[in-house]
């Protein structure tokens, strides 16, 4: 299973604690990786604030 919630931002450590307190010992999850870490760069939109617009990192 998967959790796409973690798109926007980082998880908290709190975040972390409630997913380990819902779901049973075995089962395994992963986490999307943050957008700052996925996409090269951010788009103009004012929910980066100062970072809307920057290149984030080269693409390989």
Known sequence: MGND?????PP???QFRR????IPENFEMC???WE????PS???QAR???KAGQILHSVA
């Not at 997913?19 to 819902?22: F, G, K, S």
């Open 19 to 22: 997913y380990l307190n819902q």
């Open 48 to 50: 980066y604030g100062a």
């Open 42 to 44: 951010l788009t103009k």
């Open 36 to 39: 700052e870490i996925a996409i």
């Open 31 to 33: 986490c999307t990786v």
């Open 12 to 14: 908290t450590a709190n």
């Open 5 to 9: 919630s973690t798109f926007y931002r």
